[in-house]
C-alpha cells in the first residue's frame, strides 16, 4: 500500500510509520518539518505538509491511496484539532482520497458506569476540554461521506514492546483484570497497520486494549 501519515513525527505517528515500513508498505511522512524527521529508510519519503490547511492536504495525498492522522495537539489546542478534522476531509476530496484512519481520543469512550471516561471523576480536569475537541472530531468525521476509521486509544499509551497480543472493543474503553487502560504505542501501531491492511472497521469507531 502506498500510505500518507500526517503527525508522523509524534510518538504515536513514529510508530506506525515504523510499522508500515516493516510490513513493507510505502510511506510518505507528511511533516512541518522534513529536515527534522529522523527516520530513514528506502520505502520513505518525508513531504512538508501542514495539517491545517486543506490545500497543503491535498497536495500531499494526491496520487496516495490511504491516508493515516495521528495528528495529536497539546491541551489548550483544541482549535487546532477541529480545523485538522475539517482540513482533512477538504483536503482528501479535492485530491480524490476516499480512505482515512484517525487517531482520536479516549475520552468519548464508555466506561463500566456507562459514562463516557471524560464525564468520570478521576479524568484530569487539565485534558478535560481537549477530549471533548476529540468527541467532536470523531463527529465530523462520522458526519462525512468519507472511508473512514476512527480508532480511540485506552487511558494510557506507554513506550513498551510489540507483542502483536491486544484485545478489540467498539465504544467500550477495555481494561484489565486489575481496572487498567492501557497498551504500549508499538502495538497501538500494529493496531492502526492491521486495520489498514484488514478495512475492519469501515466508517466506524473501535478501540484497543490489554
Known amino acids: ?33 522534513p529536515e527534522a524527521f ?6 520513505l519519503q518525508v513531504v512538508a505538509a501542514d495539517v491545517l490547511d486543506p490545500a497543503s492536504v491535498a ?24 480545523k485538522a478534522a475539517e482540513s482533512l476531509l477538504e483536503g482528501l476530496r479535492t485530491a480524490g482520497v476516499e480512505r482515512l484512519i484517525v487517531v482520536g481520543g479516549a475520552g468519548s469512550l464508555k ?3 456507562g459514562e ?8 484530569p480536569e487539565s485534558f478535560r476540554a481537549l477530549a471533548a475537541a476529540h468527541a467532536h472530531a470523531y463527529e465530523i468525521y462520522s458526519g462525512s461521506e468519507l472511508d473512514y ?14 507483542t502483536g497480543q491486544f484485545r478489540i472493543g467498539l465504544d467500550r474503553l477495555i481494561v484489565d483484570e486489575d481496572g487498567r487502560s492501557s497498551i504500549s504505542i508499538e502495538d497501538f501501531a500494529v493496531a492502526v497497520v492491521d ?15 490489554y
Open 1 to 33: 500500500m502506498d500510505i500518507v501519515v500526517f503527525g508522523a513525527s509524534g510518538r504515536v505517528g513514529s510508530a506506525i510509520v515504523e510499522e508500515a515500513l516493516r510490513r513493507k508498505h510505502d510511506v510518505t511522512a507528511a511533516v512541518r518539518r
Open 38 to 43: 529522523a527516520i530513514q529508510h528506502e520505502r
Open 59 to 82: 497536495a500531499a495525498v494526491r496520487g496516495h491511496g490511504e491516508v493515516i492522522s495521528a495528528f495529536g495537539p497539546a491541551a489548550g489546542q483544541e482549535n487546532d484539532l477541529l
Open 111 to 113: 466506561t463500566e458506569s
Open 116 to 123: 463516557w471516561l471524560m464525564d468520570t471523576a478521576g479524568f
Open 149 to 162: 476509521t476512527y480508532l480511540s486509544p485506552p487511558s494510557a499509551l506507554i513506550a513498551g514492546r510489540r
Open 195 to 209: 486495520e489498514l491492511e484488514e478495512g475492519n472497521f469501515s466508517r466506524a469507531r473501535f478501540t484497543v486494549g
